[in-house]
T-cell receptor
């Protein structure tokens, strides 16, 4: 069973703080994704990575950065948290670009910026 | 890039009735179309998927149809049950990333 694990279910941070959201997958997947989920807007892609140290911007990368130093771990970084980054963040992984198979999701991190 | 539109945004049906959710996509290079179910407070999970070389796929009460010419695909749930109540997302992928619809909140009324 594929497991995608996010480090926190709930986080409360102050405006201006640097925030790290961690995601680990245990199935040797090449692709990893960070999405933001807001009511009525669905799942919007922030960044994705198809290999270690590789990253690609998604639809809404502004205010975020990512790090992928190891294949199993993909971190999302909010350089200076703002209240408009209050949201549910979902990490996902999939096998590879060429295989084009389903994405498996983590349980989500609900981030509140105050 | 790809643009996926999903309708309706909310759907209420009586238990036992059928539910249909429709999605359109714009990029003819998309060739994989998964559907995800997200129950309240839980992660999205795949319920069914279809590839572009297939027109229809069924799994018990769930079916998906794909019309490549018209660039639309639909989820059909028959004999709905209260446990089908959830948010459903369609997605399209050409291999590099997944493009999601905005979701449909389905409520099955007992």
């Amino acid at each position: 069973d594929v497991k995608v694990t996010q480090s926190s279910r709930y986080l409360v941070k102050r405006t201006g703080e640097k925030v790290f959201l961690e995601c680990v997958q245990d199935m040797d997947h090449e692709n990893m994704f960070w999405y933001r989920q807001d009511p009525g807007l669905g799942l919007r892609l922030i960044y994705f990575s198809y290999d270690v140290k590789m990253k690609e911007k998604g639809d809404i990368p502004e205010g975020y950065s990512v790090s992928r130093e190891k294949k199993e771990r993909f971190s999302l970084i909010l350089e200076s948290a703002s209240t408009n980054q209050t949201s549910m963040y979902l990490c996902a992984s999939s096998f590879s670009m060429t295989a084009n198979t389903e994405a498996f999701f983590g349980q989500g991190t609900r981030l509140t910026v105050v | 890039g790809e643009n996926v539109e999903q309708h309706p945004s909310t759907l209420s049906v009586q238990e036992g009735d059928s539910a249909v959710i429709k999605c359109t996509y714009s990029d003819s290079a998309s060739n994989y179309f998964p559907w995800y179910k997200q129950e309240l407070g839980k992660r999205p999970q795949l319920i069914i998927d279809i590839r572009s070389n297939v027109g229809e796929k069924k799994d018990q009460r769930i079916a998906v149809t794909l019309n490549k010419t018209a660039k639309h695909f639909s989820l059909h749930i028959t004999e709905t049950q209260p446990e089908d109540s959830a948010v459903y997302f369609c997605a399209a992928s050409g291999g590099n990333q997944f493009y999601f619809g905005t979701g449909t909140s389905l409520t099955v009324i007992p």
